[in-house]
């Protein structure tokens, strides 16, 4: 098979690699689609050190599945499928509790590098992480179960209710879901601040209102656009200004979720945490439930979803997409690789 192997920094290639197969209780999978997470972009650039060469990323995917390896039923040869890209213990506490995520031996298809992930024409990954996707949904919005997911988590960890306030802080895909997660749960007041003009044209078509927070101070735009101080602030973007930003907008007594991961370490305002006693609350990743709840939905095959790719590139044209993006040639928000391309 081809697969695009991260030789690194800046240095990514498509190379011949060996098929992959199913041993007991995996299965193969034929890779369609497989979006370049900001994760990725980082790793390719050298800066978050989670990314080692030789290794093939990859976790936004959607795929069919091609084999069944023994010992493995209740899939069908064919089906559209997701992967849930987490593989945990099964019997810590953590995961006894549905925190798989959390589990202390836990590994991530596309972030461990003895894993052959998604960046390839195949790849084999446990039954147990294999989540269906109905044949009606277009193709591509499965590759976007994953982030959507860490959105959905995201939300969740800041206990948001129909009745908060919300801003986003960072419009890009994290941001997004987000903010389509937030509105799920019956949100009406939601805005996402973007300084960058194209993400803000994004949000602005699939109906979510938009800040630019170079243009004015966000509490007075807050105050415009939502009538008030946000009650749950998401920092979709993990910097020390952005975090400023969002403990600034924060109204008092209430919530701030740190799910950006830009920097590695960011310096906080602590009066604007203990002053004004605000809860600065962290997510990671997503739980596999919240991770199926986020296939249930992208599986009733919401419309806006389209407009949230902006990119289609085949394996042999990856690693100039790679480039651009990590460079900033490339403004696009989402792009997604498609192995059969090319
Ligand atoms: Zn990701
Ligand atoms: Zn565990």
Not at 57 to 79: C, F, K, N, Q, S
């Amino acid at each position: 098979m081809r697969a695009l192997v991260f030789r690194g920094p800046w240095d990514i290639a498509v190379e011949e690699r060996q098929d992959p197969e199913a041993g007991p209780g995996e299965v193969l999978v034929e890779v369609l689609s497989t979006g370049i997470c900001g994760s990725d972009l980082h790793g390719y650039t050298g800066e978050n050190g989670r990314r080692f060469p030789g290794q093939v990323m990859g976790h936004e995917t959607v795929g069919r599945v091609a084999a069944l390896g023994p010992e493995v039923t209740g899939i069908a040869v064919g089906a559209l499928i997701t992967v849930h890209p987490v593989l945990s213990c099964g019997a810590c506490p953590a995961c006894a509790a549905g925190l798989d995520h959390r589990c202390p031996t836990k590994r991530i298809i596309g972030v461990d590098p003895a894993i052959s992930a998604a960046f390839a024409e195949l790849m084999v990954v446990p039954a147990a992480n294999v989540v269906p996707l109905p044949e009606n949904v277009p193709v591509e919005y499965g590759a976007l179960v994953e982030p959507l997911a860490v959105g959905h988590h995201a939300v969740e960890r800041g206990r948001c209710g129909s009745d908060d306030t919300v801003l986003v802080v960072g419009g890009g895909p994290i941001g997004q879901a987000c903010a389509l997660a937030v509105r799920r749960l019956g949100v009406t007041r939601i805005a996402v601040s973007e300084p960058h003009a194209g993400r803000r044209s994004l949000l602005d078509d699939i109906g979510v209102a938009t800040m630019d927070p170079t243009a004015a101070a966000l509490a007075d735009q807050a105050a415009e656009v939502l009538g008030g101080a946000p009650t749950l602030v998401i920092d979709a973007v993990g910097s020390s200004r952005s975090l400023a930003d969002a403990l600034a907008v924060c109204a008092a007594g209430e919530r701030v979720v740190l799910v950006g991961m830009h920097e590695p370490r960011v310096s906080v305002s602590a009066y604007s945490v203990s002053l004004e006693e605000r809860s600065l609350v962290g997510s990671y990743c997503y739980t596999g439930t919240h991770f199926r709840e986020t296939a249930a939905w992208v599986g009733s095959a919401p419309p806006e979803l389209a407009r949230l790719i902006e990119g289609r590139v085949s394996l042999v044209d990856a690693p100039e997409a790679f480039r651009a993006l990590a460079n900033g040639d490339d403004g696009s928000s989402k792009v997604l690789v498609l192995p059969d391309r090319g």
